[in-house]
């Protein structure tokens, strides 16, 4: 089969912008929601050659998908193409059982929640809207819909956060029993409004990274969940009944799948060539509005720059990657070296990271790199 099998699309809207996010973001704008509906699908439409007919994934991803007008949401999932796993973003201060009802209508079979902490004022911090009981109304509400998928994001590192506070976020996103748990160190963008009210907390802070990673493992894995992923966590099939609950879509980002990405700011990486959508929105829905394609930024990936990023996004899983098609990718002398340090392991025709390198994660990932 053709074409690629994951289709990311970008929904901007957000009810106010985070301090720390550096997405393409769009504060309101809730009169443009139907063109910007429009322009999506008349993107679609100008890309299915890329895509194969029937899809891996589709991932709902922004900005806040569920900050859509529902009407223009609905429209957007009722005109996708159907795919195995179909995940939409949602903030918990969005969810009600109306959105609920026309997710689950709609196709949505996982839902990824941005909880980021309980502590309110953490959640102060970061500039989230939602209230620390949020979460667990929203993931209530979700059951009630029958979504048996449910992932939560947290974030860790955030300024004024002391260890013990990272444990009980941690318990609190373990007692809702999601299916899936993200777990991603809080990285501020230098010379943002975030960085400038709260720089000497964030160097503090990152002194402590490498222990909080390290707790979030062993608390998460303790709980019966599988760390597939540097940041990433899923209820291990034994618990899940077997099913495997790792994410589809992030999959194919980090076996080096191809995807379309619709919307402005989109990625897309098709048959060897990378492009960015441009991320003003006027130009875009100009653009679509005459059923023109947006302005990109173009790159051609060299078979070479393929294979490195092949490597370096394969070894952030807990499978081993295989050597086949990555010749010359690889420092031979460089791998024994981290063999023998305890930090990665050969498999037959196969390369891994041990625990311990994967704790320290890009770095040993580019030692190896040719």
């Known amino acids: 089969m053709s074409g690629a099998r994951h289709l990311y699309v970008h929904l901007p809207f957000c009810s106010s912008r985070c301090g720390y996010c550096d997405f393409v973001t769009v504060v309101g704008r809730r009169g443009q929601h139907r063109a910007y509906v429009d322009a999506l699908l008349a993107e679609l439409s100008l890309e299915r050659e890329t895509v194969a007919p029937r899809l891996e994934s589709v991932f709902l991803g922004g900005g806040t998908p569920t900050f859509t007008e529902p009407e223009q949401l609905g429209r957007l999932l009722g005109a996708l193409p159907q795919a195995l796993e179909v995940t939409v973003e949602a903030n918990p201060e969005t969810v009600t059982p109306g959105l609920a009802t026309l997710l689950r209508e709609r196709g949505v079979t996982r839902v990824s929640l941005g909880v980021q902490s309980f502590r309110p004022h953490l959640l102060e911090v970061l500039g989230r809207q939602a209230g620390p009981d949020d979460a667990g109304r929203a993931v209530a509400i979700l059951r009630e819909a029958r979504f048996d998928n449910i992932s939560l994001d947290l974030i860790y590192g955030i300024p004024g956060q002391s260890a013990t506070e990272l444990e009980v976020d941690l318990e609190d996103a373990l007692a809702l029993e999601p299916e899936h748990l993200s777990c991603y160190e809080l990285e501020a963008k230098p010379g943002t409004r975030f960085t400038h009210a709260h720089g000497d907390e964030i160097a503090r802070q990152a002194e402590a990274m490498e222990t909080y990673f390290e707790r979030v493992v062993a608390r998460v894995g303790a709980a019966g969940y599988r760390w597939y992923e540097t940041a990433n966590f899923c209820r291990s099939p034994e618990l899940a009944g077997g099913r495997d609950l790792r994410s589809r879509h992030n999959l194919a980002y980090w076996r080096g799948r191809?995807?379309?990405?619709?919307?402005?700011?989109?990625?897309?990486?098709?048959?060897?060539?990378?492009?960015?959508?441009?991320?003003?929105?006027?130009?875009?829905?100009?653009?679509?509005?005459?059923?023109?394609?947006?302005?990109?930024?173009?790159?051609?990936?060299?078979?070479?720059?393929?294979?490195?990023?092949?490597?370096?996004?394969?070894?952030?899983?807990?499978?081993?990657?295989?050597?086949?098609?990555?010749?010359?990718?690889?420092?031979?002398?460089?791998?024994?070296?981290?063999?023998?340090?305890?930090?990665?392991?050969?498999?037959?025709?196969?390369?891994?990271?041990?625990?311990?390198?994967r704790f320290l994660g890009g770095g040993v990932t580019a030692e190896l790199l040719a």
Do not use: K
């Not at 023109?292 to 070479?304: F, H, T």
């Not at 996004?313 to 990555?326: K, S, T, V």
């Not at 031979?332 to 990271?353: H, I, S, T």
């Open 258 to 357: 191809d995807y379309l990405g619709i919307g402005i700011g989109a990625v897309s990486t098709i048959r060897g060539r990378r492009w960015r959508t441009t991320p003003r929105l006027g130009e875009y829905l100009t653009a679509l509005a005459a059923r023109r394609r947006p302005a990109r930024e173009m790159e051609e990936l060299s078979p070479e720059v393929r294979r490195s990023e092949r490597v370096l996004l394969g070894l952030r899983l807990d499978e081993p990657l295989p050597f086949a098609g990555l010749e010359g990718a690889f420092d031979w002398p460089a791998v024994e070296r981290l063999e023998q340090a305890g930090l990665v392991r050969r498999r037959e025709a196969a390369l891994e990271l041990t625990p311990r390198g």
